[in-house]
């Protein structure tokens, strides 16, 4: 069956190395501070100036007055650090990123992002998504594999405005791994249970299936 949110961070969090330094977007990718394995170093980065996030706030934890870029509310780790969202934007903009992981509207067999703005609707601003995509030295994004309407969000191209082109090699949404090269979503992984034909019906854009297609795992 498809993967659900906590799923999708949890398979994510496979994608860090110890040492790394990290910037989680907003939504799922903050979940990904839940799923650090044991023993492992990694510093989570926030654009508006905090370095050393912790885990996802439970009730007990909650500080209304400590959030995110996307003004999630957060909690710190040990050690971490607060300065100017200027030195942040300096330290992504220096490719000092390790790894950034990022939602996303639509994601193409190119490697182009789409994430920040839908034409006609609320626009409550970009963030530091544009300077992430650029910076980062790997970008993995999240997703669901189709929009509400039930319509790929893996495309030949992008429709919506872009956020980043060329620069997006992963991607994990509720159904599937893929990584994308060579003008094509290669498929790594299945959700338990998800079969193949359903990942090609609803993968619009390229996409390469190798003879065998391990089930995600998670210990």
Known sequence: MPLNREQIA?????????????NLGIGIPTLVANYIPQGMQVCLQSENGLLGMGEYPTEESLDPDLINAGKETVTTAIGASFF??????AMIRGGHIDLTVLGAFEVDQNGNIA????????????????????GAQN????????NKQGESKLLPHCQLPLTGVNCIKKVVTDLAVLEIKNGAFYLLE??????????????????????????????
């Open 190 to 219: 299945r959700a338990p249970d998800v079969s193949i034909d359903e990942i090609k019906q609803l993968t619009a854009g390229e996409l390469v299936i190798p003879a065998h297609v391990p089930e995600i795992r998670f210990a």
């Open 10 to 22: 949890m398979r994510i969090a496979q994608e860090l190395r110890d040492g790394f330094y990290v």
């Open 139 to 146: 970008i993995v994004v999240a997703m669901n594999h189709a």
């Open 115 to 134: 994430s920040w703005m839908v034409p006609g609707k609320l626009i409550k601003g970009m963030g530091g998504a544009m300077d992430l995509v650029a």
């Open 84 to 89: 100017s969202s200027s030195d942040s934007f």
